[in-house]
């Protein structure tokens, strides 16, 4: 199995597409307003904070945007159409940047402010933010990459939240998705050893209700089955020899 274990050119542009990523996602996420411009616009003005990085998902696997923005009941995949947001609207921004052929990836959520009452949403983004920092914060080399999903899932269950199973975090690098493969749930079978050098993904996906998930017609909106709202967090890190160093934070 190749492991995302890159030389030191390598990554120093695997930090240089995490640095514009976190910016961009940051940039971003203040354009996220009620009424304010459509998910297509706000995935393209991702594209241009992005640069001088290319974007990583525009045209992979068929993918038509830069950005991934999935609104409330949609998980992941969204696609960015000529929707507007509205108060209350939980969104998940996802972009990943390429510079000099190597990758980083990044996501966040926030929930589009002016509604009367978005404490549970609000409550989910701010529980899956920790999520993702305890899981981060989880990872030691020699440890097994199970320990990721085992911190993700104990603390989303102490809130009756759902964790997304079919999804998570994964090697990157020279190539966007790579091993080893990194769940965001209790997997004890996933017993790759966790090793000094490794660069991954650490991906959280939390839901109001079930985990249970559902693609759309077209091929791109993954989405509760029971339509309740969701979260999502993820971080490139570089394994040090006492943790980790987060390459897509500012």
């Known amino acids: 199995m190749e492991d995302a274990v890159e030389a030191e050119d390598g990554l120093d542009a695997v930090r240089r597409a995490g640095t514009l990523v976190a910016t961009a996602?940051?940039?971003?996420?203040?354009?996220?307003?009620?009424?304010?411009?459509?998910?297509?616009?706000?995935?393209?003005?991702?594209?241009?904070?992005?640069?001088?990085a290319r974007p990583s998902f525009l045209g992979y696997r068929g993918f038509p945007a830069a950005c991934d923005i999935a609104v409330n009941e949609v998980v992941c995949h969204g696609f960015p159409d000529d929707r507007t947001l509205a108060p209350g609207d939980l969104v998940t921004l996802a972009l990943a940047g390429n510079v000099d052929g190597m990758h980083s990836a990044a996501a966040t959520s926030h929930v589009v402010p002016g509604a009367e009452d978005d404490g549970e949403a609000v409550q989910l983004v701010e529980r899956g933010r920790e999520a993702l920092r305890r899981a981060v914060t989880a990872v030691r080399p020699g440890r097994q990459i199970n320990v990721v999903g085992r911190v993700i899932e104990s603390y989303a269950r102490r809130f009756g939240?759902?964790?997304?199973?079919?999804?998570?975090?994964?090697?990157?690098?020279?190539?966007?998705?790579?091993?080893?493969?990194?769940?965001?749930?209790?997997?004890?079978?996933?017993?790759t050893v966790i090793s000094e050098g490794m660069i991954f993904t650490v991906q959280v996906m939390l839901t109001l209700g079930s985990p249970e998930i559902e693609t759309d017609a077209e091929g791109w909106n993954v989405a509760t089955k029971d339509r309740t709202k969701t979260a999502a967090f993820c971080d490139t890190v570089l394994v040090t020899a006492t943790g980790t160093e987060i390459l897509t934070g500012l």
Request: hydrophobic share 40%; aromatic share 6%.
């Open 161 to 191: 939240y759902g964790v997304v199973r079919d999804f998570g975090g994964h090697g990157i690098g020279a190539h966007l998705h790579q091993d080893p493969f990194v769940p965001g749930h209790d997997a004890p079978a996933a017993v």
């Open 25 to 52: 996602l940051e940039r971003s996420a203040a354009g996220l307003t009620a009424s304010g411009p459509t998910l297509a616009d706000i995935s393209a003005a991702a594209q241009e904070h992005l640069a001088p």
